[in-house]
């Protein structure tokens, strides 16, 4: 495996239901990113992780829940979500945080999330 | 106002021709610029970055950036209908974060 993976590729769910994402990056990268892109909309970034540490939360409901267990992993818990959540979640991973500016973020393939 | 501003499209131009794409952003302390692209259904990919004034050239494409103007472009030559995709232009403030424009969709005709 190369570069940054996600697990599901595709997920439905029931709002009452709980589900994770996966993220994994083999890059060795500090920093992990979760991303939300809604059709029409620019990508939205929801967290960030440096060295297993959240180091921003972008007034995200408490629907999402991350987790950084190290460096290397990130998931999404997601709970009683609503269907304006359906959307492209993505992951991506640099370098550094808060770094050199040409340091860049590698995004995984996505988790096409929908919720009825 | 919207932080990075990107006419959302589509832009369609012919085969061979030269596609140009723009972005203007509000932040004056912005530090480095990203051109991402990505195809339907699909993750952005990195294209190529820049963070000094000029040109910066990478095969087909070429990045521009001014500062003053607060405004950076891709240019795509000899424009292929494999490049039909959304560009995403990023842009890297000193607080670190990377702010995404809605992204312009290209349609590039045989």
């Known amino acids: 495996e190369t570069g940054v993976t996600q697990t599901p590729r595709h997920l439905v769910m029931g709002m009452t239901n709980k589900k994770s994402l996966k993220c994994e990056q083999h890059?060795?990268?500090?920093?992990m990113y979760w991303y939300k892109q809604s059709a029409k909309k620019p990508l939205e970034l929801m967290f960030v992780?440096?060295?297993?540490?959240?180091?921003e939360n972008n007034s995200v409901p408490s629907r999402f829940s991350p987790e950084c267990p190290n460096s290397s992993h990130l998931f999404l818990h997601l709970h009683t979500l609503q269907p304006e959540d359906s959307a492209l979640y993505l992951c991506?991973?640099?370098?550094?945080?808060?770094?050199?500016?040409?340091?860049?973020?590698?995004f995984g393939p996505g988790t096409r999330l929908t919720v009825l | 106002q919207k932080e990075v501003e990107q006419n959302s499209g589509p832009l369609s131009v012919p085969e061979g021709a030269i596609a140009s794409l723009n972005c203007t952003y509000s932040?004056?302390?912005?530090?480095?610029f990203f051109w991402y692209r990505q195809y339907s259904g699909k993750s952005p990919e990195l294209i190529m970055f820049?963070?000094?004034?000029g040109d910066k050239e990478d095969g087909r494409f070429t990045a521009q950036l001014n500062k003053a103007s607060q405004y950076v472009s891709l240019l795509i030559r000899d424009s292929q209908p494999s490049d039909s995709a959304t560009y995403l232009c990023?842009?890297?403030?000193?607080?670190?974060?990377?702010?995404f424009g809605q992204g312009t969709t290209l349609q590039v005709k045989p």
């Open positions: 990023a842009v890297k403030s000193n607080t670190g974060k990377l702010i």
């Open positions: 991506a991973s640099s370098q550094e945080w808060r770094t050199t500016s040409t340091d860049t973020q590698y």
């Open positions: 992780y440096s060295l297993e540490e959240r180091v």
């Open positions: 932040d004056r302390g912005s530090q480095s």
């Open positions: 820049i963070y000094s004034n």
């Open positions: 890059l060795g990268h500090n920093a």
